[in-house]
């Protein structure tokens, strides 16, 4: 059996990479859309086979309500209006899944979860890269001990931001953004430095630089460096850029072995090299649809009614570790954030 979804927004990481992963999923399909643009919906609606009856737009968005073709939206818009279309969703009767980062503050994270909770509905956030499986074989390594005890981490993530992109227009203005680099693509090595150790930082200190007058850092900074402590004593290292080509690697450092998956977090060919006692091998793995594993998941969570692997709350931890980060950043202090609230 196969769930209905909702895509809203049709912009270019949705029609560029989810639409087209439907074709792979076991048990979701596409048959609503929902954007600003009736001609562009009906382009889309024509080439996937989506009844022109289900396209709809902001306005008229609450009214998926009475759809029963529908059971889960999927939020690709701007980061600061994830929250008002997850709440809408859920108070709609529909299970959603957000991309990343899940909203702008603290505050409307909660209010998404609240909101689910209320309706009785499942929230998941996109975090791709926990349904991929070369960082699934990197997390079963370091959570294995096979490279010893685990006591460093590096990754980085960046690239060049393009103001002559729409998608990258938006991401220049803090209001609809939530923040810089670290808001779109440094939560990427946020997120390894978590999933790798399992565990939850209790420090975090930063630095920030934005080129001076360059006109795309007026709003939102350029670069971010941080550390994060964890419990077992890990170090992790991480960088994030809106100035460098583009990078999405990390590295994990353990008393007996090391790891690198480089890309770590691209659509596809991740190659993840492990080094013991001086062999270094390339591990082999069966490369596969990271976002039909992830949209699946969300069905399959619906259908079983279990909690998805990232629920909201794990998109709350990282919008709240990101602003510490700013705020050790800010204050040029280490910032305890101790215990998830
Ligand atoms: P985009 O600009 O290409 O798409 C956004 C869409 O929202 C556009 O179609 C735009 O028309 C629409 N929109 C509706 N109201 C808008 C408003 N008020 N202002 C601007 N646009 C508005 O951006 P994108 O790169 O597709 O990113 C969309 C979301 O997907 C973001 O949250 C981003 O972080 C996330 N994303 C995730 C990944 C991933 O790998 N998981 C990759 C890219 C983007």
Redesign the pocket.
């Known amino acids: 059996k196969k769930l209905g979804w909702a895509v809203v927004?049709?912009?270019?990481?949705?029609t560029q990479?989810i639409i087209p992963s439907f074709s792979q999923c076991k048990q979701s399909k596409l048959v609503a859309l929902v954007?600003?643009?009736r001609a562009k919906a009906e382009n889309y609606a024509r080439q996937y086979n989506v009844n022109p009856k289900n396209i709809y737009n902001?306005e008229n968005y609450d009214s998926l309500r009475n759809n029963p073709e529908v059971d889960i939206i999927y939020i690709?818009?701007?980061?600061g209006?994830?929250a008002e279309y997850t709440i809408r969703g859920a108070q709609a009767g529909k299970h959603i899944l957000c991309?990343?980062?899940m909203a702008n503050t603290v505050e409307e994270c909660q209010a998404m979860i609240a909101a689910c909770n209320q309706a009785n509905r499942k929230l998941m956030i996109?975090?791709?890269a926990q349904y991929e499986p070369f960082n699934l074989e990197a997390i079963a390594i370091a959570q294995k001990k096979q490279l010893g005890q685990l006591k460093a981490i590096v990754a980085d993530h960046g690239r060049n931001l393009d103001p002559k992109d729409?998608?990258d227009?938006?991401r220049m203005n803090k209001k609809?953004a939530g923040g810089g680099s670290l808001f779109?693509i440094g939560i990427y090595s946020l997120q390894a430095a978590r999933y790798i150790t399992g565990e939850e930082p209790t420090e975090v200190c930063a630095m920030t630089y934005s080129t001076p007058n360059d006109p795309r850092f007026k709003e939102v900074e350029e670069n971010v460096n941080f550390i994060l402590r964890f419990p077992s004593g890990v170090l992790a290292n991480c960088t994030s850029s809106y100035g460098y080509s583009s990078t999405k690697r990390f590295q994990v450092f353990g008393s007996n072995g090391t790891l690198e998956l480089d890309p770590a977090?691209d659509?596809y060919r991740h190659q993840l090299t492990v080094k013991r006692e001086k062999v270094q091998e390339e591990r082999q793995i069966q490369e596969q649809n990271q976002f039909a594993l992830e949209m699946d998941h969300l069905s399959e969570s619906v259908m079983q009614d279990r909690q998805p692997k990232t629920p909201g709350e794990e998109g709350l931890q990282d919008v709240r570790l990101m602003l510490a980060i700013y705020e050790a950043a800010r204050t040029g202090r280490t910032i305890s954030v101790d215990s998830r609230e």
């Not at 927004?9 to 949705?14: S, T, V």
């Not at 690709?76 to 980061?79: E, K, Y």
């Open positions: 927004g049709l912009g270019k990481f949705a990479q954007s600003g643009d902001y690709v818009l701007p980061n209006l994830h991309e990343k980062p996109a975090y791709r729409p998608a227009v938006w609809l779109d977090t659509y």
